[in-house]
T-cell receptor
Framework: KQEVTQIPAALSVPEGENLVLNCSFT??????LQWFRQDPGKGLTSLLL?????REQTSGRLNASLDKSSGRSTLYIAASQPGDSATYLC???????????FGGGTRLMVKP | GAVVSQHPSRVICKSGTSVKIECRSL??????MFWYRQFPKQSLMLMAT?????????EQGVEKDKFLINHASLTLSTLTVTSAHPEDSSFYIC??????????????FGPGTRLTVT
């Protein structure tokens, strides 16, 4: 059974710092990996999707990398801002059309 | 594009009553819809997977007679919580999967429904 773990569970940083969120998964035979953002009491916003054949994706200040063989992904946030404060979830899907398995999330607080 | 809506966004009901939550894909046809539940400060847990026109597949530990799922069309799935109890209070989120977009089978999530059972 696929298990997804995110470290750290919570993170508090001052504004402007570059930071890295980690995600690991036990079954490396994934179809794709997705990073989401969730604000309190809200639904999920997809940030980046990395297909299994890709090694990274970038969007603005966000960069996500994928190392399938080691079962790891990282989300890099450059020049963090208070508006980045949210919970970040990573999720993997084993095959097309199948369900996502979520990690426990990292709660990020960026202090002004 | 690829917008998913949920209705209602919040609902408060009395113990023993039933509540229906709708999930709609607004601008695309969803071959598969997923229902998740999220308790405070926890991650999303998949409850069931539904394909249009067929019975839903429930995850282990989820009572199919309590959480009724109907996926009558390619744009609508409903989750009915029957005989709700306070322990059913949670945040329910649906997602819809489609072949459209840059990547096949990307899931698009609804905004969630906050259910409170008193």
């Amino acid at each position: 059974k696929q298990e997804v773990t995110q470290i750290p569970a919570a993170l508090s940083v001052p504004e402007g710092e570059n930071l890295v969120l980690n995600c690991s998964f036990t079954d490396s035979a994934i179809y794709n990996l997705q990073w989401f953002r969730q604000d309190p009491g809200k639904g999920l916003t997809s940030l980046l999707l990395i297909q299994s054949s890709q090694r990274e994706q970038t969007s603005g200040r966000l960069n996500a990398s994928l190392d399938k063989s080691s079962g790891r992904s990282t989300l890099y946030i450059a020049a963090s801002q208070p508006g980045d404060s949210a919970t970040y979830l990573c999720a993997v899907i084993l095959r097309a059309g199948n369900m996502l398995t979520f990690g426990g999330g990292t709660r990020l607080m960026v202090k002004p | 594009g690829a917008v998913v809506s949920q209705h209602p966004s919040r609902v408060i009901c009395k113990s023993g009553t039933s509540v229906k939550i709708e999930c709609r894909s607004l601008d695309f046809q969803a071959t598969t819809m997923f229902w998740y539940r999220q308790f405070p400060k926890q991650s999303l847990m998949l409850m069931a997977t539904s394909n249009e026109g067929s019975k839903a597949t429930y995850e282990q530990g989820v009572e199919k007679d309590k959480f009724l799922i109907n996926h009558a069309s390619l744009t609508l799935s409903t989750l009915t919580v029957t005989s709700a109890h306070p322990e059913d209070s949670s945040f329910y989120i649906c997602s819809a999967s489609t072949l459209r977009g840059n990547y096949s089978y990307e899931q698009y999530f609804g905004p969630g429904t906050r259910l409170t059972v008193t």
